[in-house]
């Protein structure tokens, strides 16, 4: 694939192109479906392709190629050219990264075990084992295993190689119609995967879930799940980027160096997190990745960059350049002091959500969202369950934040198709949550 970089990049500069960044991806994907306790489907998928961004007088574009043919590469680069000539240029575009840059190898982001792993069949049944043993009537979910090479070459001297690997499942187990549970579990390493955890999870939840009633409307405290809190952070990580302040889409504009969350609130994004699922060595300019802490104490510290919005900022990049926007890898929100225990205890009457979907915002400047609550949902009294349903959540993000009042020392990393950006979170307690009746 370091060939078809070159060629892309030769070809690019006989054009007239400035900047200029080639990514290219080879992707396996194998995946695995389950549902009524046995496999349903198993697919693999293997593709490569190539990400393009191109800078030709300050003016900017990116495209994607599966076609990596000499002839469509050309066509490519030639219509990428006749269309930034239309385009005006973006006076506040500073640059890609300068390279060459030296990479650490990042511990438990690559297993061999994984490319050789000949049938992870044995991994689902563990699963819809452990969720059975809970009470379970049916499980149901799916099994990916993931092994992708990226190979980097940009106009600015970088050409850099990394490889990952993944396994990960999603468990949905079922007692009747209106009870399910949830539970998923996403690493990079197989001796690390644990497939019961996640139908123990799922078959636990659905056991509890028995015979819910109709959930009340008000302002209740909130024990989110890791699950469901999971997926309010991974939206989160578009609002740090710069690219999102700029176009009119974070919360988070003009509130740097400002208090924007309860004062226990740590959240970092981590790329280069050992085991972490969207752990890289580099970003999309070569920029070596690394910790950064974007809430401390409730204080907003950064923004996420890329190298042209730092400069626009008197900053330095953060290295989370997306080919266009700068994006986060895998957001960490810091764990706290209680035990799961304690954290029930402290709720006197208020309301446990183990997971959510649908996540959608009425306004991205000011945070107002909602969500629905799916699988297990538990009114809270004095530490006792009782199942609910039919609720959705209708608050402001920043509110959220502002509101959190505990977190567990535990954490758990989360990743499946409703939090797309991994996310490592503990259980969180926040107050006076905004609960309406979902719509039928």
Same mark, same amino acid.
């Given at each position: 694939m370091f060939d078809v970089n070159e060629l892309i990049l030769k070809k690019a500069k006989e054009l007239g192109f400035g900047d200029v960044v080639v990514l290219s991806y080879e992707m396996n994907r194998r995946q695995v479906r389950f549902a009524n306790n046995e496999v349903t489907v198993a697919k693999h998928w293997h593709e490569r392709k190539v990400e393009l961004f191109v800078e030709w007088e300050?003016?900017?574009?990116?495209?994607?190629?599966?076609?990596l043919s000499e002839e469509n590469i050309e066509k490519t680069l030639k219509t990428l050219k006749a269309n930034l000539e239309k385009m005006k240029p973006k006076e506040d575009y500073y640059g890609i990264a300068e390279g060459p840059f030296k990479y650490k190898d990042?511990?438990?982001?690559?297993?061999?075990?994984?490319?050789?792993?000949?049938?992870?069949?044995?991994?689902?049944?563990?699963?819809?084992?452990?969720?059975?043993?809970?009470?379970?009537?049916?499980?149901?979910?799916?099994?990916?295993?993931?092994?992708?090479?990226?190979?980097?070459?940009?106009?600015?001297?970088?050409e850099a190689f990394d490889e990952g690997t993944g396994i990960e499942i999603s468990v949905r187990a079922f007692i009747g119609d209106l009870e399910s549970g949830h539970g998923t579990n996403s690493v990079r390493v197989l001796k690390k995967f644990d497939p019961?955890?996640?139908?123990?999870?799922?078959?636990?939840?659905?056991?509890?879930?028995?015979?819910?009633?109709?959930?009340?409307?008000?302002?209740?405290?909130?024990?989110?799940?890791?699950?469901?809190?999971?997926?309010?952070?991974?939206?989160?990580?578009w609002a740090f980027s710069a690219f999102a302040v700029e176009a009119g889409f974070s919360y988070f504009a003009n509130k740097?160096?400002?208090?924007?969350?309860?004062?226990?609130?740590?959240?970092?994004? /981590?790329? %280069?997190?050992?085991?972490?699922?969207?752990?890289?060595?580099?970003?999309?300019?070569?920029?070596?990745? =690394? $910790? &950064? #802490?974007? /809430?401390? %104490?409730?204080?907003?510290?950064?923004?996420?960059?890329?190298?042209?919005?730092?400069?626009?900022?008197? =900053? $330095? &990049? #953060?290295?989370?350049?997306?080919?266009?926007?700068?994006?986060a890898w895998n957001i960490v929100l810091e764990p706290g002091d209680y035990t799961k225990d304690e954290l029930f205890q402290e709720v006197k009457k208020g309301i446990y959500i183990t997971n959510v979907w649908y996540t959608r915002f009425q306004n991205y400047m000011t945070g107002d969202f909602s969500?629905?609550?799916?699988?297990?949902?538990?009114?809270?009294?004095?530490?006792?369950?009782?199942?609910?349903?039919?609720?959705?959540?209708?608050?402001?993000?920043?509110?959220?934040?502002?509101?959190?009042?505990?977190?567990?020392?535990?954490?758990?990393?989360?990743?499946w198709w409703e939090v797309s950006r991994p996310v490592t979170t503990p259980y969180v307690l926040v107050k006076e949550v905004g609960i309406t009746r979902a719509t039928k």
């Open positions: 300050k003016r900017i574009a990116g495209t994607s190629i599966t076609d990042i511990p438990e982001t690559f297993d061999k075990a994984i490319v050789e792993l000949d049938d992870p069949s044995e991994y689902v049944e563990r699963a819809i084992n452990a969720a059975l043993e809970e009470g379970a009537k049916r499980v149901a979910g799916v099994l990916y295993t993931d092994h992708n090479k990226l190979y980097l070459t940009t106009s600015n001297g970088v019961e955890s996640a139908g123990r999870k799922a078959g636990e939840i659905a056991k509890l879930a028995r015979n819910p009633e109709q959930g009340p409307e008000g302002r209740f405290d909130v024990i989110f799940d890791p699950l469901a809190f999971a997926n309010l952070l991974s939206y989160m990580g740097l160096d400002q208090k924007v969350a309860s004062d226990i609130v740590t959240i970092k994004d /981590i790329g %280069n997190l050992p085991n972490g699922y969207a752990t890289r060595k580099f970003d999309d300019e070569g920029v070596p990745t =690394r $910790e &950064t #802490t974007l /809430i401390e %104490n409730g204080v907003l510290k950064t923004y996420l960059f890329n190298t042209s919005l730092a400069k626009k900022y008197k =900053r $330095e &990049t #953060t290295a989370n350049a997306g080919l266009i926007a700068p994006r969500t629905i609550p799916r699988d297990g949902i538990f009114l809270v009294e004095n530490g006792e369950l009782k199942p609910i349903r039919n609720i959705r959540v209708s608050d402001n993000m920043l509110r959220i934040l502002q509101n959190v009042v505990a977190l567990t020392k535990d954490s758990y990393h989360i990743h």
